[in-house]
């Protein structure tokens, strides 16, 4: 072999070694993949790419994307065919990498999460190289139906005074949403709080007693910034219808009759509208028996028959209730006797019978008997009661006085105090009423007294007389 032939032979050799070994070397080297994303947020909807880039390649290598550890494609072709119209996958060769694409065509909030890409062996294999996550941020607002207003009530039309509750729902969103109330004006806030359930449902829950005609409107708030095309979502509830309160009043609420004879008391109920059911309720404190308590067809009319003495202060009450509201008026009953007034004349009888000197006590002690015996024993106490009952009927007088200017004839749980109290007046001052009588009653026994002392004198008088004649006769 010539010396040339060696050299060629040389170069040969060489030239395959630095071409071939290289070759069989890259086959050994580890393939290197990184996964990159523009911005890392895009708004729901829109498409988005994200692009994978590996290094030393090989034919037999497979390349995945992956969000949230869950496998999206293999090469080019993706892995869950119903996700085929989602997800587009292209692989871009070069000399130096392969760059793959994958394109969410219509972003939309579940593909919120982490991306990444990975590099195995074959598709059986597990895996040799994965990137580092990306992670992607998907803005979106709550679904279109949403805010959704809600209240607790079948009608927007409400009694003054009430109070209703309003709701407003909504799901989230990214970045988080709020939710206010507009257009109280003057309406009066009782209560007002946010709350997310586990499912994440919001609910803004507002307790008011809303204005008439007012309309309540529920915004739902975003970051105008970033969702620049979208306009403002509300709900509103309204406009509400506020109804004046019903009054009730008794006619006549202070009812004087005499014992044997009937009572009658009749609700009146006004602010109601014209086509409005009212249904009434009657009651009595203490209570009446029912076969002396009767009512009208319609429970306008009450009539208490045959009263008796024990119905006196009896508290009437009548109870109005709309499908809106119930409200009560109280009506008082006060029971005389029918000789109440010789009752009155006897106990002037007694009083004018009062002894002046020593004199008259042998008269009064014959009137005494007679005089205890016609007084009633009610009669003691009359000066008392009429007081009391004069004071009460005062009460009423003056709130029926009012009635005729104007001012509301229902009677208040102030004035049905009013009674209580000056009952419970009338019973302590019946306790101490004899003490009214008590100069009468030293002063007949003074005079019961001064007698007997008298007859004594006389009966010693006469003995001594006697004992005088007996004397005299002896000598």
Known sequence: MTIKNLQDNMYFFVAATLVFWPAVLAQDLPAIAEIYHDTGVILEGKETNFFCLVSNI??????????????????????????????????????????????????????????????????????????????????????????????????????????VTLSCLSTGGN????????????????????????????????????Q????????????????????????SIGPFTILPRPVVILEPFHVKVEAGSTSQFKCVVKDVPDNARVHREWSASPSIPSNRFFLSLDKTIALIQNVSIADNKTIVTC???????????YGMLTVGLKDMAATKSTQESLESTTPTNSNETSTLTQRLPSTIETTPRRSRNSTSATKMSTSIESTFEQTSHLSEEGATTTMTSATKNEIIRLEQAQDTEACHVNDNYLPYIIAIIASISVALLAIVADILLLLKLFQHKTVARFD
Not at 216 to 231: A, V
Request: proline letters at 5%; glycine letters at 4%.
């Open 58 to 163: 090989q034919p037999n290598h497979v390349v995945q994307f992956s969000h949230n550890d869950i496998k999206l494609t293999a090469n080019s072709r993706v892995i869950d065919r119903a996700d085929e119209s989602l997800y587009k996958v292209i692989r871009v060769p070069s000399s130096t990498f392969t760059r793959f694409y994958l394109t969410l065509t219509n972003t939309s909030r579940e593909d919120d999460g982490l991306y990444g890409c990975h590099v195995l062996a074959s598709s059986e294999s597990n895996i040799e190289v994965s990137s580092s996550f990306v992670s992607l941020s998907v803005y979106y607002l709550p679904l279109s139906s949403y805010p959704a207003c809600e209240h607790n009530s079948d009608s927007l039309t409400f009694i003054e005074g009430d109070q």
């Open 175 to 210: 970045p988080p949403i709020s939710l206010t109330w507009e257009g109280l004006g003057q309406s009066s806030t009782t209560s007002s709080s946010t709350t997310v359930s586990a499912e994440g449902l919001m609910k803004n829950k507002l307790t008011l007693q809303p």
């Open 212 to 235: 008439d005609g007012v309309v309540l409107t529920c915004r739902l708030n975003f970051d105008e910034k970033i969702f620049t095309d979208k306009s403002p979502r509300n709900c």
């Open 319 to 329: 109870r109005a209730s709309t499908i809106l509201a119930s409200v009560e008026a």
